[in-house]
């Protein structure tokens, strides 16, 4: 049995041009959060390290690197021009996982929700993917005692157990790396794996259809990414309703326009 650390960055759309009729044209419903990079440890029965990789991939839904992720993860539109393409890096991940029995490990479920969504997306072979997997993010909230509903971002939790960081966050191979190392300090016999359902993808897709007008789940994907956890259902209602509560401009105050005016 090993277990696999994984970790990775996304690209999306973005509104160059601030007409929100342009975002909603290049945004792909099918695959609004394009992978760019995976990285990821393998460990065995003992917790002891047996392989990584990391891999940059070159974006062909997203060519060009949105500039908040940009500043977010260090990757630019010119390193992934001489990446490889996706169906070859996931060639790659899945001799990387190959194993009598192989247990997914990540901080939160969105990157597996996102892998899936990809490999689906370039019609690739799903079942190469275990379903088995941890989410480590759960148990480290657990094991430091946050309040019941909260989830610990990464960085935070890198702290508090005392793991020596240099701050690389938002870089899929260093995350999976000091998830690694927080599966290693946290470990017991009580974390036990669950089988992801892939028809969780679906149901979202169900949702998001029936709410034109926002991308929730890109607008939840930002937060959690901003803040390397993921969010609260208490959260994502603070979200909603602030975006709501924004459409209607009540809270909208004028700005004088100290510009001449042109008589």
Known sequence: MNYIIFDLEFNQSYDSTKRRSI???ASNKECPFEIIQIGAVK??????????????IKPVIYPEV???????????????KLAAPFYEIYNEFTEFLKSNRAILCVWGKADIKELFRNVKY???DLSLIPKEYINLQKHASK????????????????????????????????DAYYTAEI?????????KPKIYNINENRSSNKRNSRMPSIDTEGLFKQFEKMYNREITEEEKS????????GKTRQFQIEIPDNKPTIQ
């Open 66 to 80: 949105n500039p908040f992720v940009q500043e977010l993860t260090g990757i630019t539109t010119e390193m992934l």
């Open 43 to 56: 460990l065995d029965e003992k917790l002891e390290l047996i392989d990584k990789m990391d891999r940059l």
């Open 238 to 245: 603070m979200i909603k309703l602030s975006y709501m509560m």
């Open 183 to 191: 599966f290693r300090k946290i470990y017991n016999d009580s974390m």
């Open 143 to 174: 094991h430091l005692n946050c309040p019941k509903g909260t989830s610990i971002g990464l960085s935070n939790a890198v702290n508090l157990l005392n793991i020596p960081s240099k701050d690389e966050f938002h870089n899929a191979f260093m």
């Open 122 to 124: 370039h019609k690739l």
């Open 23 to 25: 975002i909603k044209k």
